[in-house]
């Protein structure tokens, strides 16, 4: 269905592609991600892009620029010269949830465009199966018996991996205790040891595949194809507010709307590539392209989303 949509969306966007478009680019592509290299989106964008770059003619530039949670390198790209080559790698945490917990040097709106989305992060609710539960209505059960008493660890205080346990718990009416680590694989020994109960993360599955926790839901809207097993938490009646882990891509706001158009494009016709869409695959996330119009309403709607869950929940960073 995804493979159909983005062939289709080619096809528009080839109709409605302005002719000055065809000049871009006339130098190489510069790729800021604010991530360390080798992490999820550091992947996702060196996978994606360098399709794209190929396809457009160009070779790229990876400048990985990490530090405070992506914000170091949203700064450095909003501070530069528009070249309408350089370009930003984000992520849900960077656009819609951190804006909620601190000030952040860049307007999301106002300072940068969107281009496109690449993918989204796999992910899983994971159960030690020391809690006498076997499906999630069970597990849901069981935390209504008894509150609190069931503990979920997350990569960190106010992470997307928090909020999928706080929007949860909203949703079902139950009380889970978080504890935060410094990072997902800490975390994820910390639900293999039983130190927790639950996590919400896309490093439990090789765990679940090993039988050492039990699979409760996808945090996706679709199965994962090598779990067709574990149903999405849409399907248990779970999740309806949405909140995926996606890597995405914007430029600096005065980029020429036709140089925007024209790398969409491309992007959208790389991730039609079967060599990428399986990398992506074993690199842990999955094809979920939209356009730069329909990544802004996201962007916008999960915004909001998060920003009722934060209040909801009272978070805060400490």
Same mark, same amino acid.
């Given at each position: 269905?995804?493979?159909?949509?983005?062939?289709? $969306?080619?096809?528009?966007?080839?109709?409605?592609?302005?002719?000055?478009?065809?000049?871009?680019?006339?130098?190489?592509?510069?790729?800021?991600?604010?991530?360390?290299?080798?992490?999820?989106?550091?992947?996702?964008?060196?996978?994606?892009?360098?399709?794209?770059?190929?396809?457009?003619?160009?070779?790229?530039?990876?400048?990985?620029?990490?530090?405070?949670?992506?914000?170091? /390198?949203?700064?450095?790209?909003?501070?530069?010269?528009?070249?309408?080559?350089?370009?930003? =790698?984000?992520?849900?945490?960077?656009?819609?949830?951190?804006?909620?917990?601190?000030?952040?040097?860049?307007?999301?709106?106002?300072?940068?465009?969107?281009?496109?989305?690449?993918?989204?992060?796999?992910?899983?609710?994971?159960?030690?199966?020391?809690?006498?539960?076997?499906?999630?209505?069970?597990?849901? %059960?069981?935390?209504? $018996?008894?509150?609190?008493?069931?503990?979920?660890?997350?990569?960190?205080? %106010?992470?997307?991996?928090?909020?999928?346990?706080?929007?949860?718990?909203?949703? %079902?009416?139950?009380?889970?205790?978080?504890?935060?680590?410094?990072?997902?694989?800490?975390?994820?020994?910390?639900?293999?040891?039983?130190?927790?109960?639950?996590?919400?993360?896309?490093?439990?599955?090789?765990?679940?595949? %090993? /039988?050492?926790?039990?699979?409760?839901?996808?945090?996706?809207?679709?199965?994962?194809?090598?779990?067709?097993?574990?149903?999405?938490?849409?399907?248990?009646?779970?999740?309806?507010?949405? /909140?995926?882990?996606?890597?995405?891509?914007?430029?600096?706001?005065?980029?020429?709307?036709?140089?925007?158009?024209?790398?969409?494009?491309?992007?959208?016709?790389?991730? =039609?590539?079967?060599?990428?869409?399986?990398?992506?695959?074993?690199?842990?996330?999955?094809?979920?392209?939209?356009?730069?119009?329909?990544?802004?309403?996201?962007?916008?709607?999960?915004?909001?989303?998060? /920003?009722?869950?934060?209040?909801?929940?009272?978070?805060?960073?400490?």
């Amino acid at each position: 269905m995804m493979i159909r949509r983005l062939f289709a $969306a080619l096809a528009l966007s080839a109709m409605a592609l302005p002719a000055v478009a065809q000049d871009w680019p006339t130098k190489p592509i510069r790729m800021v991600i604010p991530y360390p290299p080798g992490g999820p989106s550091d992947i996702s964008t060196r996978i994606v892009i360098e399709k794209a770059a190929q396809l457009l003619g160009q070779p790229v530039v990876f400048d990985n620029r990490a530090g405070a949670s992506g914000m170091i /390198g949203a700064e450095h790209v909003k501070n530069q010269p528009v070249d309408g080559h350089t370009f930003l =790698t984000v992520t849900t945490a960077m656009l819609c949830i951190t804006r909620h917990l601190q000030p952040i040097p860049f307007d999301p709106e106002k300072d940068f465009v969107p281009v496109s989305r690449l993918s989204t992060s796999w992910g899983a609710l994971a159960m030690h199966p020391s809690v006498p539960a076997q499906t999630l209505p069970e597990l849901i %059960a069981y935390a209504k $018996a008894n509150p609190g008493k069931l503990n979920f660890g997350s990569a960190g205080l %106010a992470t997307i991996t928090h909020l999928f346990g706080e929007l949860l718990s909203l949703e %079902a009416g139950i009380k889970l205790t978080h504890v935060p680590y410094r990072g997902s694989a800490p975390a994820t020994n910390a639900l293999v040891a039983g130190e927790v109960q639950l996590q919400f993360d896309q490093t439990t599955l090789p765990h679940i595949k %090993a /039988g050492k926790v039990r699979g409760l839901a996808m945090l996706a809207d679709v199965r994962h194809p090598d779990f067709p097993e574990i149903a999405t938490l849409r399907e248990q009646g779970y999740g309806k507010n949405g /909140g995926d882990s996606w890597f995405g891509i914007v430029a600096p706001t005065g980029t020429p709307a036709a140089a925007i158009a024209r790398f969409d494009r491309a992007i959208a016709q790389a991730l =039609t590539d079967k060599t990428v869409i399986e990398r992506l695959h074993n690199g842990g996330a999955r094809v979920t392209y939209l356009n730069s119009a329909e990544f802004k309403t996201r962007i916008a709607e999960e915004t909001k989303a998060f /920003g009722d869950v934060i209040r909801a929940g009272n978070i805060k960073v400490q």
